[in-house]
């Protein structure tokens, strides 16, 4: 009988199709049973399979069963750089950056995934080009790590500048045991091999002798065998340092070897050994020590600790991914890794491959492709029926060829895993059904029997120990070339862009985050002041560490009045001095007077006349009847009442150290307390004070102003006359009204040294301390007495008071210039080394400064200077246009000017136009978003009775790597939320208890951090949406099979 090529497609694609059917219901068949077995006593019917295709069918004969008695072949360790061997092969480490994804405009999807798959392909280049190595062997490991609480300790510890007794004792009694318990955060390790270690190992003759009894004896390794590895470690870690990376430790690897073994129970995030010498075998085996019992489905693990409550057993199985269709659409915002985040148990991932470079693939991919192209040819040559199969094929080798023809690129074999563990097995089931779920119709997870303690083996950093075990002995036959991982269900091929598009990378994480460079360690996380909103991960942050990292000196804190913006102001200002930063606050509003006050003296803030003691300067005076509870936090606060000064204190001249200087301080105040009209008389007065400094070299003050100009006013005085003498009409009425307007400000002046604020300028002490800001770790600039203005007022419409208090912090913080630009490196007693003091300025309701443009100059000074001198801003106020401002040319539809504040904190806004405006401050690229999208996202930025998610306390942090994410602040004490009280009605039972100055009388509340970490739960923000239009491929494995 005689077949058409028609019939034989037909035939062909029928067949085709009924081995999928067939598959799938094998699948589905084996997903049915969950028989018991033991390592090595039972194998799945894959695994028969697998052996009758390395072998030639023969009779059914018993098997002889063995244990697999391995031991786990970790050889050495060591740090600086990271590397370790396992068996032969050689390894090196690093932790990937993390990026956020709220607030995300469609342009920074973009950004992103060519952002993340960058460090991959500059790896594949760095190994081509420098080892000519065109493959690059990878395993990317993707766990939710605990918080080292003891490593944290340390490098905070560590690089304060000279912390209090009662702040250490905090950190040490209350805050390392109580974010000791707080949600594990993602991380992705890349573990990358480095080659072979093909010298035999040499034994210790100690060890030798010592080890005997144990039959483990320790390896010594040659320095000149080492140091070929050690370079080239130390090339790929700079490599993806540049990518933001960080290198990894031997404490890294210790936990990702415990945690492999240990399922759903915690595993403490640190060695517990403080070892400096490297790690040899000896140690490995002292943490993997497993007692792992392995069935069908899962492997059980028992409870190290059986009387924590958590069980007996641990169920853990690995899942393997396999994607149905070669050709997969690609939706960004729905990615598969980011997804993973919302499973009710933490999920971790593996996934070995190898990068092959560009190169090699170009010519392992055309032989391929021409065959295609031959077949067709022959295909249209003889008429063939069409193909689907074929034409998919086709059609994605000329998309390949023409690629390889522009620019060739690399190529990613690899296979992923999946992991999860829960405490019953039903639990198991349950969460396996939810991810296949989550996967949708794109791909399959297969529980493969038989071979879960393989799988969960292959978790392990490092080369896989080949099994000495099962069917035939095969060995290294057990393992795939590519991956070096279980050869289970083949390798992928695909694009690098899979590598990005999973969005592994995807986490709320936002705050302080230790990077390297060149090798060296840069920055330290600070303080945990809250906990992203999502999943409760800790959040810290400390406005020093971005300067240490090359970062701007400033950090912007805004929103409404009661959002929460004053607690976590008062929280870092507390916390920073404490630690040893010298804090300045400008506080018009007292919060920051009253935050000491009570931190200082207790309950006694409610007592009757207590604040009158604290206007006349007495309070912890002797013979006061209000003495500090705390005395060495009073002791280190110095509290600068502008409105209880004395005349002259802030006198330009007594504040700065020359004439030019003290003119330049005098002009500015004039400027700012009167009227454009009345600068042309009082540039007379300066001309004749300079006259006079000129002939006579005695330096003025301004309280003399009206003297100057009353020299002036005689002057024209007399000419006034001789004019009216000489009938000059017309000069003479000119000179009268010049007299007039002079003898205006003359008035002016004299009455301006009276007045509360403005005596401390234009009035006058003799032998008046002059105002200093000291070297306390609190100075405290306040207003009492005056009413600020409105934020929405010009300046033209303030109050004259409202103008004196202006200029009068304005003459303060030059004061603080001064202090800034002369600063020389002082001895810090912790560090035991002299360096420069880290200052910060804090300014509340900073429109009242930025309003005029002396106030934006001096801000910026300090902003564009103050990281190479460790002095940072913290700006606080209530909308983003107050940031706007600082912009010396200041358009109204200018951005925020937020160069120099790489970290922001943005509280719930009252309307959509302000709201819109914050959103910018966030993310500055949405300003290309459409108006819908824009309207979307900031909305968020409400209240939740406006339909936002702005809660009290919560705020959304743009961090200084760029990461934004939505988080709950927490002040930890109670303490310190008394203190931080802002309403008149509830301060007074806030802080009708007094305090204590034992760190362990203090009282944690656990509350906030309880309520967010239970589960990780994850959030869309904003519209879903297709991003890309790219496509993870797995074509070229596809080309590579072999054409119909």
């Given at each position: 009988m005689t077949t058409t090529t028609a019939d034989q497609d037909k035939a062909k694609n029928k067949a085709f199709e009924d081995s999928?059917?067939?598959?799938?219901?094998?699948?589905?068949?084996?997903?049915?049973?969950?028989?018991?077995?033991?390592?090595?006593?039972?194998v799945s019917d894959w695994w028969d399979k697998k052996v009758a295709s390395k072998k030639k069918k023969k009779e059914a004969k018993p098997r002889k069963r063995r244990q697999d008695k391995r031991r786990i072949d970790y050889r050495y360790a060591q740090d600086d750089p990271f590397l370790f061997i396992k068996g032969k092969s050689v390894w090196t480490g690093v932790i990937l950056n993390t990026t956020s994804d709220d607030f995300t405009s469609y342009a920074k999807e973009l950004s992103l995934a060519n952002t993340n798959v960058g460090p991959w392909r500059a790896l594949s280049i760095h190994f081509a080009n420098q080892h000519n190595d065109s493959r690059v062997q990878y395993h990317l490991v993707t766990r939710f790590v605990p918080l080292d609480v003891s490593r944290w300790r340390d490098q905070y510890v560590n690089n304060m500048w000279n912390p209090t007794e009662l702040f250490k004792g905090l950190v040490d009694e209350k805050v390392v045991p109580h974010i000791a318990e707080s949600t594990p955060e993602r991380r992705q390790y890349l573990l990358i091999r480095l080659g072979d270690f093909k010298v035999k190992g040499r034994k210790d003759p100690i060890s030798a002798v010592l080890g005997t009894t144990a039959a483990v004896t320790e390896e010594i390794f040659d320095q000149r065998d080492l140091a070929p590895f050690r370079e080239k470690a130390r090339g790929v870690q700079m490599l993806m340092e540049s990518h933001g990376a960080t290198a990894m430790e031997r404490a890294d690897l210790a936990w990702l070897i415990r945690k492999a073994l240990m399922g759903h129970y915690p595993v403490e995030n640190g060695t517990g050994v403080s070892r400096t010498r490297p790690w040899r075998g000896g140690y490995f085996d002292e943490i993997v020590n497993s007692g792992l019992e392995v069935f069908d489905n899962y492997v059980r693990i028992p409870n190290p600790t059986p009387n924590n409550g958590m069980g007996e057993y641990s169920y853990t199985t690995t899942l393997t991914i396999n994607y149905i269709s070669p050709v997969i659409h690609y939706n960004y915002s729905n990615a598969w890794g980011k997804k993973l985040r919302s499973m009710p148990r933490p999920v971790d991932v593996s996934w070995r491959g190898t990068i092959?470079?560009?190169?090699?693939?170009?010519?392992?991919?055309?032989?391929?492709?021409?065959?295609l192209e031959d077949e067709a040819k022959e295909r249209d040559k003889v008429g063939a029926a069409p193909s689907l199969a074929f034409d998919q094929k086709y059609e994605t080798a000329v998309g390949l060829k023409q690629k390889n023809e522009i620019q060739a690129q690399p190529v990613l074999v690899s296979q992923q895993r999946i992991t999860l563990s829960a405490p019953s097995p039903d639990e198991l089931n349950s969460v396996v059904g939810e991810l296949q779920g989550l996967f949708g119709d794109d791909?399959?997870?297969?529980?493969t029997k038989g071979v879960q303690g393989y799988l969960l083996e292959e978790q392990l950093p490092g080369d896989m120990t080949p099994p000495r075990v099962g069917p035939g002995g095969l060995g290294r036959n057990f393992l795939n070339k590519f991956t070096n991982g279980v050869d289970v269900d083949g390798e992928r091929w695909t694009d690098l862009e899979a590598l990005a598009f999973a969005r592994l990378d995807s986490s709320p994480s936002v705050g302080d985050d230790v990077r390297t460079k060149g090798g060296r360690m840069q920055g330290w996380r600070g303080w945990p002041i809250g906990y992203t909103l999502s999943n409760g991960a800790v959040v810290h942050f400390d406005p020093i560490v971005q300067m240490t990292k090359n970062s701007g000196a400033g950090t912007i804190i805004i929103g409404s009045s009661g959002g929460g913006k004053t607690s976590l102001s008062l929280l870092l200002f507390f916390v920073e001095s404490e630690a040893g930063v010298q804090?300045?606050?400008?506080d018009p509003k007292d919060d920051f007077q009253n935050?000491?006050?009570?931190?200082?003296?207790g309950d006694q803030v409610r007592e009757d006349g207590f604040m009158e003691a604290a206007r006349d300067g007495s309070l912890g005076m002797p013979g006061s009847p209000f003495q500090p509870v705390l005395p060495e936090f009073w002791e280190e606060t110095s509290m600068i009442h502008l409105g209880n000064g004395t005349p002259g204190m802030l006198d330009p001249w007594a504040i700065t150290n020359d004439y030019n200087s003290g003119e330049t301080a005098a002009r500015e105040i004039v400027k700012l307390v009167f009227d454009e009209r009345d600068q042309d008389a009082l540039d007379k007065a300066f001309q004749a004070m300079r006259k006079r400094y000129s002939e006579t070299g005695r330096i003025p003050r301004l309280a003399e102003m009206p003297s100057y100009l009353g020299e002036e006013i005689e002057r024209l005085d007399r000419m006034e006359h001789e004019a009216e003498a000489s009938k000059e009409a017309q000069a003479f009425l000119a000179l009268r009204d010049a007299v007039a307007a002079m003898r205006r400000v003359q008035g002016a002046l004299e009455r301006a040294a009276y007045r509360q604020f403005g005596k401390l300028m234009f009035g006058h002490t003799p032998n008046a301390e002059t105002f200093e800001i000291g070297r306390r770790r609190r100075v405290i600039i306040t207003l009492i007495g005056l009413s600020i203005p409105d934020d929405k007022s010009p300046v033209e419409e303030w109050t004259e008071d409202q103008?004196?208090?202006?200029?009068?912090?304005?003459?303060?913080?030059?004061?603080?210039?001064?202090?800034?630009?002369?600063?020389?490196?002082?001895?810090s007693p912790?560090?035991?080394?002299?360096?420069a003091r880290p200052r910060l300025l804090f300014v509340d309701e900073a429109y009242f400064i930025t309003a005029f443009?002396?106030?934006?100059?001096?801000?910026?000074?300090?902003?564009?200077?103050?990281?190479?001198r460790f002095f940072g801003v913290v700006f606080i106020s209530q909308q983003a246009k107050d940031v706007n401002v600082l912009s010396d040319e200041k358009r109204d539809d200018d951005e925020a000017e937020t160069n120099q504040f790489p970290t922001k904190f943005v509280f719930r806004q009252m309307g959509s136009s302000e709201a819109r405006d914050a959103l910018k401050l966030l993310r500055s690229s949405l300003a290309d978003e459409d108006s819908e999208a824009m309207s979307d996202l900031s909305a968020q930025l409400l209240r939740p009775e406006d339909g936002g998610q702005m809660e009290a306390g919560v705020c959304v942090m743009s961090d200084a790597d760029g990461r934004t994410s939505m988080l709950r602040v927490d002040r930890l004490f109670r303490e310190l939320v008394a203190a931080a009280e802002t309403n008149p009605g509830a301060r007074s039972d806030a802080q009708s208890v007094s305090l204590s100055a034992v760190p362990s009388d203090w009282q944690i509340d656990n509350s906030t951090r309880d309520a967010l970490r239970t589960g990780v739960i994850a959030t869309e923000k904003g519209e879903v949406r297709e991003a890309l239009t790219r496509y993870e491929y797995d074509e070229f494995q596809y080309i590579m099979d072999g054409a119909e």
């Open positions: 999928k059917a067939r598959a799938r219901e094998a699948r589905n068949a084996r997903n049915k049973h969950e028989n018991e077995s033991s390592l090595g006593e039972k092959i470079s560009a190169d090699e693939w170009k010519a392992l991919s055309k032989p391929d492709i021409g065959r791909a399959t997870l297969e529980r804090c300045i606050a400008i935050f000491v006050y009570y931190l200082s003296f103008r004196d208090a202006a200029a009068a912090l304005l003459s303060a913080i030059r004061q603080l210039k001064e202090v800034f630009s002369l600063s020389k490196d002082e001895y912790h560090l035991d080394r002299k360096g443009k002396a106030g934006r100059s001096m801000l910026n000074v300090f902003l564009r200077q103050g990281r190479s």
